[in-house]
Every structure is written in C-alpha cells, then in structure tokens.
C-alpha cells in the first residue's frame, strides 16, 4: 500500500494538568482517498482529534505526519499545510464582513495571490458545485444555514485542499437542510477527495464511508468497514452506542 | 433695575470688558488642543497595548511553542501593559497630571504639553481595553476559520478580525473622546489655562459667579450634545453597514 496521506502517531491532548485527557493515544492512518467517518458519544474527543489534525488544537503529545512531513515539529510552517487542509465547522464561520463570493476568494487572494478575476471564475465554478451560483454578491446574513455551510464548503475547496475536514457539519442545521449538504459532501467524496468527518448521520457513514472509527474516552475503541462497523460491532461501549442512536 | 438690565450689566461686566470674552475663547482653545492631542496619543500608545495584549492571549501558545525570543519579549511586554492598565485605572486621573507635571516632567514649564501626555497616557489604558473589548467580541469561530485556510495571526486579524471589530471599536473610541474633554477640565492644577480655568479665573475678577461658570457649563454642554448628536449619526450607519 502506498503512503499514508495523514499519519497520526500516540496523539494525545491533556487538559488541566493531565486531569482531562481529551486524546488518550491516538493512533491511525489516513490514506488518500479514504472518507473517514468518526463517531462517539458527546465529550469523547471528536472534535479535539479532528482540530489537532489542522493544529486548531495544539496537542500535548505525538506527531502527525501530513504529506510526509511532521507537522507538530518546532519549525515546520502550519500555515502553508493549513492550505492544504480545509476545514468545515459545525458552525460554518463564515466571514460576515464578506460577500459569498469574498468569502471565497478571500483565502486564494491573499495567500495564493491569485488574480481577482481568476479567483472569482473559479469561485463560480465551485458555487456552480454548491447549486449557489446565483448567491454570489449576497451576504451570509441572507443565506439559510443549508446554503452556509455549502458555501463554506466552497470556501474551503477555493483552497484545493488534498484533504477536507468536517466537525459536525450538519448538527446546527434544521433537519429539512441536512440532506442538501450531505449531497454535496458526497459528491465530493466521489470525486475522489480525501475526507475526515464527525457527524451522527450513520446513513452517511454507511453510505459514504470508507471506515468508521469509534472514539470513547479519547482512545480509538474500534475501525471497520462500514459494514462490519454497524452490523458486527465488537467494543461493548459501541454496541451500547449504536443502540442508542440508530433507533 | 430689571432683570434683563441685571443680565445685561453681568454679562458686560463678566465678558466684554477687558475682553474677558477672549480668556473664555483660550481656554476652549487649550481644552479642545488638549483633548485632540491626548486622543491621538491614546489611540496610538493603546493599539500597541492592545495589541501587546490580544496577540499574547490568542497567538502566545504557538509563538511559544517556537521558541526564542519573541516570546519572551511578549510575555515581558504583556506584564508591563497589564501593570500599567493596573495603575493608570486604580489612580485618579488629576493625581496623574500632578505627579507629570510636579515629577515626571518637572523640567516642563509647558502645561499644556504635561497635559497632553498625562491625559495621551491615561487615555491609553481606556483606548487600549475598548480595542481589546473589539477584538474579543468577534466570535472565535472566526478566527479559527481564518488560521484554517492558512492565514497567519496577523492575516487573519487584519483581514478577517478588525474589519468587524471596528464596528464595536469606533462608537466606544467616540465616546472616549467626549469623555476626555470633560476630563480635560482638571488642566488648571498644573497652571493651564483651559476652558474651566478661564471660567474661573473671570469668577475670580468679577466676583461674580453666575455668568460665567454657567457659560462654562453651557459650552461643555453644547460640545458633548453636538458630539453625541454625531455619534449617533455614526452608530445609525455602522448598524446600517452591518449585514
Ligand atoms: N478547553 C478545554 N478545557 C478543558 N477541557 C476541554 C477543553 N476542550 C475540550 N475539553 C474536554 O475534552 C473532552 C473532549 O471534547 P470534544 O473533543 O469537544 O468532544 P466531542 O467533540 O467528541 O463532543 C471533553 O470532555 C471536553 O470537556
Ligand atoms: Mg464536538
């Protein structure tokens, strides 16, 4: 098997002194191409395990390896690996000050110096993506929260990141604007893009995932196939899970 | 004698003769050089604070973890910028101006120049917490979308932080500036002769108390509601701007 994209070795992240052990040794590859889904009950460490890939969270411990290199070392440059790997948040952070296409263009601007005009054809082609072309000149403030997180999807893509990822993307929408972001996400994983999600939308998982893993206590308790994931299930605390939300 | 004739004699005997009209335009002169020249200083002096403050508090984990010297050098200025918020908020402002003018700046005989640094300087402080205040107030998640597409602390402040914090920052850093000209009103402590201290000086002439600190007061007034009447006008059209 060729290189792992991420490598994540004994990744740990203490809070208060080691009295919270957000991270508890987290080991796992990430290969390109791979979707990989992250489920867990509230408070296990999603999030924290998928912010300390970007370094959004400083980790106590461990290397991760992105493309090679490590980048917790003392002096690699986060900002140019940040480039590469987009983020999507639960609560979409859109720039408020910005235009949809502004948010977009933001980012490939100011740090790729792209032209403006280059930089906003292929904001076009990514809003065309989106099914938003028409929200160009609007502003966040009058967009329905379907249509933000799309839009900061597009955001992130503006970037061509070589991997996408997402922290509950569609937890702060009202249910009838889940599906129209999960369309797209999908559409992304078929085009091939590398992924790391945490979401509760086990049809997602099932459907789009290339491996499940299972996060309790900060410690990765199980990783498996979708398949194998949700109908053999090994971890006791997994099998207590999955009862609980797939009702 | 009638009031209007009483109110006539007052008002010559406390503005027209010996020109005592023209002490009252000095000293709204000196009071409005005061409050502009310390405005300026506090703006500039409480970025850097501000700044010294912000950049300790959301980027001084990662410049720590790099190592070297910068991070010393924040951390060092961080805890002189709080000592000096500490002190310059816990003191009266006119104990300020005293210890400038008596002390400090003991070789100036300046007073409206001691006044211009001891007001810059306490204004500062204000100045400083209301760009901080700014910059808190924007949500986090903001920040953190910006560090995520790769902008660096100072990108993402200039590009993503303060164009929406201004919005907070300006009505505050406004109403400093009609709270220092109130402020400025101290001056005659340190010999300056600003609008309240020719008020008072003519009072001292005259023996005549009424007209002009009344005039004093009615300046002051007319100064602070033109400048919240514009105020407002800014605050109308910042909400306006604000999608
Ligand atoms: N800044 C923090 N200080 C202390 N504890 C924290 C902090 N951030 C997160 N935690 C703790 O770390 C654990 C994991 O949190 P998180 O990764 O957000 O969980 P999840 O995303 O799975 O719901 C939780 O117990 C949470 O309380
Ligand atoms: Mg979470």
Not at chain 2, 107 to 110: E, F, L, Q
């Given at each position: 098997?060729?290189?792992?994209?991420?490598?994540?070795r004994n990744?740990?992240?203490h809070?208060?002194?080691?009295?919270?052990?957000?991270?508890?040794g987290?080991d796992?590859?990430i290969h390109q191409?791979?979707v990989v889904?992250?489920?867990?009950?509230s408070?296990?460490?999603?999030s924290?395990?998928l912010?300390s890939?970007?370094?959004?969270?400083?980790p106590?411990?461990g290397e991760?390896?992105?493309d090679?290199e490590?980048?917790?070392?003392?002096?690699?440059d986060?900002?140019?690996?940040?480039?590469?790997m987009?983020?999507v948040?639960?609560?979409?952070?859109l720039f408020?000050?910005k235009?949809?296409l502004?948010?977009?263009?933001?980012?490939p601007?100011?740090l790729?110096k792209?032209?403006k005009?280059?930089a906003?054809a292929?904001?076009m082609k990514l809003?065309?993506?989106?099914?938003?072309?028409d929200?160009?000149?609007?502003y966040?403030?009058?967009l329905?929260?379907?249509q933000?997180?799309?839009?900061?999807?597009a955001?992130a893509?503006?970037m061509?990141?070589?991997?996408?990822?997402?922290d509950?993307p569609?937890?702060?929408l009202?249910p009838?604007?889940?599906?129209?972001?999960?369309d797209?996400?999908?559409?992304?994983?078929k085009s091939g893009m590398?992924?790391?999600?945490v979401?509760?939308e086990?049809?997602?998982?099932?459907?789009?995932g290339?491996?499940?893993?299972?996060?309790?206590?900060?410690?990765?308790?199980e990783?498996?196939?979708?398949?194998?994931?949700?109908n053999?299930p090994?971890d006791?605390?997994?099998?207590?899970f999955l009862?609980?939300?797939?009702i | 004698?009638?009031?209007?004739?009483?109110?006539?004699n007052?008002?010559?005997l406390n503005?027209i003769?010996?020109?005592?009209?023209k002490?009252?335009?000095?000293?709204l002169?000196?009071?409005?050089?005061?409050t502009?020249?310390?405005?300026?200083?506090?703006v500039?002096?409480?970025?850097i604070?501000a700044?010294?403050?912000s950049?300790?508090d959301k980027n001084?984990?990662d410049?720590k973890?790099r190592?070297?010297?910068?991070?010393?050098?924040?951390?060092?200025?961080?805890?002189?910028c709080?000592l000096?918020?500490?002190?310059?908020?816990?003191?009266?402002?006119?104990?300020?101006?005293l210890?400038?003018?008596?002390?400090?700046l003991v070789?100036?005989?300046?007073g409206v120049f001691?006044?211009?640094?001891?007001?810059g300087?306490?204004?500062a402080?204000y100045?400083?917490?209301i760009?901080?205040?700014?910059?808190?107030?924007?949500?986090?998640?903001q920040?953190?979308a910006?560090r995520s597409?790769g902008?660096?602390?100072?990108?993402?402040m200039f590009?993503i932080?303060?164009?929406q914090?201004?919005?907070v920052i300006?009505p505050s850093l406004f109403?400093?500036?009609i709270t220092?000209?109130?402020?400025?009103?101290v001056?005659?402590?340190?010999?300056?002769m600003d609008?309240?201290?020719?008020?008072?000086k003519?009072?001292?002439r005259?023996f005549?108390?009424?007209?002009?600190?009344?005039?004093?007061?009615?300046?002051?007034l007319?100064?602070?509601?033109?400048?919240?009447?514009?105020?407002?006008?800014?605050?109308?059209?910042?909400r306006k701007?604000?999608?």
């Open positions: 098997m060729e290189e792992a994209l991420i490598k994540v990744l740990k992240k809070y208060n002194g080691g009295k919270v052990k957000a991270l508890d987290i796992i590859d191409g791979e889904v992250v489920v867990g009950p408070g296990s460490g999603k924290t395990f912010r890939l970007n370094l959004l969270e400083q106590t411990e991760i390896i992105f090679g490590d980048i917790n070392a003392k002096d690699a986060i900002n140019k690996h940040r480039q590469k987009g983020m948040f639960q609560h979409f952070n408020p000050h235009t949809v502004g948010n977009i263009t933001l980012a601007i100011q790729k792209i032209p005009p280059e906003e292929q904001a809003l065309n993506m989106v099914h938003l072309e929200k160009a000149t609007n966040p403030s009058q329905s929260g379907g933000k997180q799309r839009i900061a999807i955001r893509l503006a061509e990141p070589t991997v996408m990822l997402f509950e569609t937890s702060a009202d009838e604007m889940v599906g129209e972001v999960l797209i996400m999908k559409d992304l994983a590398t992924m790391v999600v979401t509760h086990m049809g997602f998982a099932k459907e789009v290339t491996r499940v893993i299972f996060i309790d206590h900060g410690q990765i308790k990783e498996n196939t979708p398949k194998e994931f949700f053999n090994k006791p605390r997994l099998q207590d009862s609980k939300v797939l | 004698m009638n009031w209007f004739d009483k109110f006539c007052d008002f010559t503005f003769e010996g020109d005592r009209w002490w009252i335009l000095e000293g002169g000196n009071t409005i050089i005061i502009i020249f310390a405005l300026i200083i506090g500039l002096l409480g970025i604070i700044a010294v403050r950049t300790y001084g984990a410049m973890k190592g070297g010297p910068a991070y010393v050098f924040l951390k060092i200025g961080n805890t002189l709080n000096y918020l500490t002190v310059v908020r816990g003191t009266p402002s006119v104990v300020q101006l210890i400038m003018y008596f002390i400090i070789n100036v005989t300046n001691v006044a211009i640094i001891a007001f300087l306490n204004s402080a100045v400083a917490e760009f901080r205040g700014g910059i808190m107030s924007i949500d986090e998640g920040f953190e910006g597409l902008f660096n602390y100072l990108q993402t590009h932080i303060l164009p914090a201004i919005k300006l109403n400093e500036f220092l000209i109130k402020e400025t009103a001056a005659g402590y340190v010999g300056v609008l309240t201290k020719a008020g008072d003519i009072r001292g005259t005549s108390a009424f007209m002009p600190l009344i005039a004093v007061a009615l300046i002051y007319g100064i602070v509601v033109l400048l919240t009447q514009l105020l407002k006008q800014l605050e109308k059209r910042l701007s604000e999608r």
